[in-house]
């Protein structure tokens, strides 16, 4: 199962129900590097007992006798991909032990709110429009008008290009769309309205 971003709703009680039944998945992956807030390629996956043996084949080095049983002598070495590695779990820990379980229900939370603070600004635009609802963090939308879409990119450039927000290009149902991914525990509801009428400024001066 793929929880790159969505793993992260278990944070808290308002989301975790989106969750209901991954625990039948056999394996769960999780990028912390995303709503963790720690650098780039940090991310754990989650292997049900029963297929650890198949882990172990799939990630051991087989022509490297000196690594010994991985199931007799248990290391993380032996059930990750990489048999040498830096630290990367590091960053995370020290966020998990700075935040702690508290800290990130709250920044998921928060997270989730503006998403769908700015959701709800899109849905009462005469701008733009909403390409799915709004669940977690992300929002997915467009261009209102359909002859716009030839525009998209121009738009997502010109927003990108003022240095005070950074969203990504999708496509999704046959649409060009914009990606806006909230992770930042310092987002608040001031940088919505400001970024939403940003939005409204550059969508005005589309060609």
Same mark, same amino acid.
């Given at each position: 199962m793929d929880a790159a971003f969505g793993g992260f709703a278990a944070c808290s009680d308002e989301t975790k129900h989106l969750l209901e039944g991954w625990e039948q998945a056999d394996s769960i992956t999780v990028d912390c590097h995303k709503w963790l807030n720690v650098p780039y390629e940090s991310a754990v996956f989650f292997v049900k007992d029963q297929y650890r043996l198949l882990q172990v084949e799939t990630f051991q080095n087989s022509n490297a006798p000196y690594l010994g049983d991985p199931l007799e002598n248990f290391s993380y070495l032996n059930f990750l991909p990489e048999n040498s590695r830096r630290l990367k779990a590091l960053p995370a820990w020290f966020s998990i032990m700075a935040y702690g379980k508290q800290g990130y229900q709250e920044i998921v939370e928060n997270n989730i709110r503006w998403a769908k603070q700015l959701g709800h600004f899109i849905d009462s $635009? $005469? +701008? @733009?429009? *909403?390409? =799915?609802?709004?669940?977690? %963090?992300? /929002?997915?939308?467009? *261009?209102? %008008? #359909? =002859? +716009?879409? +030839?525009? /998209? %990119? #121009? @738009? *997502? #450039?010109? *927003? %990108? $290009?003022?240095?005070?927000?950074?969203?990504?290009p999708t496509f999704y149902n046959q649409h060009k769309g914009i990606r806006a991914a909230f992770v930042n525990w310092r987002t608040n509801e001031n940088d919505i309205s400001m970024v939403f009428d940003l939005m409204k400024e550059i969508s005005k001066t589309l060609n």
């Open positions: $635009s $005469s +701008d @733009f429009k *909403l390409l =799915a609802p709004v669940r977690l %963090n992300t /929002v997915c939308f467009t *261009l209102k %008008n #359909e =002859a +716009d879409q +030839d525009k /998209v %990119n #121009e @738009f *997502l #450039e010109k *927003l %990108n $290009s003022t240095g005070k927000v950074f969203m990504t």
